[in-house]
């Protein structure tokens, strides 16, 4: 699995919940990064890297 198709699933992923109730998801594919709001108004940034194929 490369790091773009891992991006893309956990988008997905976060995308589709419904638990977290995630009101913005933010996508930099330069810096590997996603931002995700929550609607009570926390930010958190998910980096991704891929240490090992």
């Known amino acids: 699995?490369?790091?773009?198709?891992?991006?893309?699933?956990?988008?997905?992923i976060l995308n589709e919940?419904?638990?977290m109730d995630i009101s913005d998801i933010?996508?930099?594919d330069r810096r590997h990064l996603l931002?995700?709001?929550i609607a009570g108004g926390s930010?958190?940034?998910i980096v991704c890297q891929q240490i090992r194929k």
Do not use: H, S
């Open 1 to 12: 699995m490369d790091l773009n198709y891992f991006k893309d699933k956990l988008f997905d």
């Open 17 to 19: 919940t419904d638990e």
């Open 26 to 28: 933010t996508a930099d």
């Open 35 to 37: 931002t995700v709001t």
């Open 43 to 45: 930010v958190f940034e």
